[in-house]
């Protein structure tokens, strides 16, 4: 092998190094950003959950685990407001407008 080719290897071994290293830098930056991401969505959940148990409104093991596994932030935020103001826990789930809501997002 030449000095050439040495020089050559050693610098695409070096290469290959740095890349791994910037792809686990990557791999844990987005596990960081989902890992985090997913903890909002659970808090939000559980606040759901504990404002409608402090209204005396029980849910089923199957409104829990709906409320649970919703991963859309804009769904949560509509079903944390409901909680405040629905008289049942399967309102939480509506999707139609709902006037005390919209009263509730009014500041009324």
Not at 23 to 39: D, K, P
Request: glycine letters at 12%; aromatic letters at 2%; hydrophobic letters at 40%.
């Amino acid at each position: 092998m030449t000095d050439h080719e040495a020089l050559l290897g050693k610098t695409l071994r070096q290469s290959l190094e740095d890349s791994r290293a910037e792809g686990r830098t990557q791999g844990i930056e987005i596990g960081h950003a989902r890992g985090l991401n997913r903890g909002i969505q659970l808090g939000m959940a559980v606040g759901v959950m504990r404002v409608l148990e402090m209204r005396g409104i029980e849910l089923t093991s199957e409104q829990r685990g709906r409320i649970v596994s919703c991963l859309n932030m804009d769904v949560m935020n509509r079903r944390l407001k409901r909680a405040l103001v629905v008289a049942d826990a399967e309102a939480v789930f509506d999707t139609g407008p709902n006037d005390a809501e919209a009263a509730f997002d009014l500041g009324l």
